[in-house]
C-alpha cells in the first residue's frame, strides 16, 4: 500500500482459512519499524498483525471499532478528546493485554520498543485512518 506515512502496510489477506498463521517467522523476517500485515478474514471482520516500534500518526476512522491486542512489548494508545470522559488519556498495554477503540474517536499507537500486536477491525478499514 503506498501512502504518505512512512509504514509498510498490506491489504492482502495472507492466509486462508485453514492455514497455519506462523508469526514469530513474520517478526523474524520483518525490518521495517512499522509494518501491518492483514493475516486472515472472518466474517466481515479482518485480522492483522502489527510489528512496529516508533509512533503512528493521529486518525480516526469515522465507521469503524478498532481492537488491539499486543503479543509482545508494550504499546500505548493516545485518545484524544472525543472519548466519553471528554479528557485526553493514554491506555498502555502490556502482553496478553487489549483494548477497542471506538469508531470516530482520535488516536493513535507508540511504541517505545518494538512490539507485536494483533488487530481486529472491518475488512474494509483503512489502517491510516479516515
Same mark, same amino acid.
Given at each position: ?11 492482502? =489477506? ?6 497455519? +498463521? *506462523? ?27 502489527? +510489528? ?11 465507521? *469503524? *471499532? ?16 472525543? =472519548?466519553?470522559?471528554?479528557? *485526553? ?8 493485554? &487489549? ?24 475488512? &474494509? +478499514? ?5
Amino acid at each position: 500500500m503506498s501512502n504518505k506515512y512512512n509504514y509498510t502496510t498490506k491489504l492482502d =489477506v495472507k492466509y486462508k482459512h485453514f492455514e497455519l +498463521i *506462523d508469526i514469530s517467522t513474520m517478526v523474524k523476517e520483518t525490518k521495517d519499524k512499522w509494518f501491518n500485515q492483514t493475516l486472515t478474514q472472518v466474517n466481515d471482520s479482518v485480522v492483522r498483525v502489527g +510489528i512496529v516500534e516508533g509512533e503512528y500518526h493521529w486518525h480516526k476512522h469515522e465507521n *469503524d *471499532d478498532e481492537f488491539f491486542f499486543v503479543l509482545e512489548g508494550k504499546l500505548f494508545v493516545d485518545l484524544r478528546e472525543s =472519548v466519553p470522559s471528554g479528557e *485526553d488519556r493514554t491506555i498502555e498495554l502490556n502482553p496478553g493485554q &487489549g483494548v477497542t477503540v471506538t469508531k470516530n474517536v482520535m488516536h493513535r499507537t507508540r511504541a517505545p520498543q518494538k512490539t507485536v500486536m494483533l488487530m481486529v477491525g472491518n475488512k &474494509g +478499514i483503512n489502517p491510516t485512518g479516515d
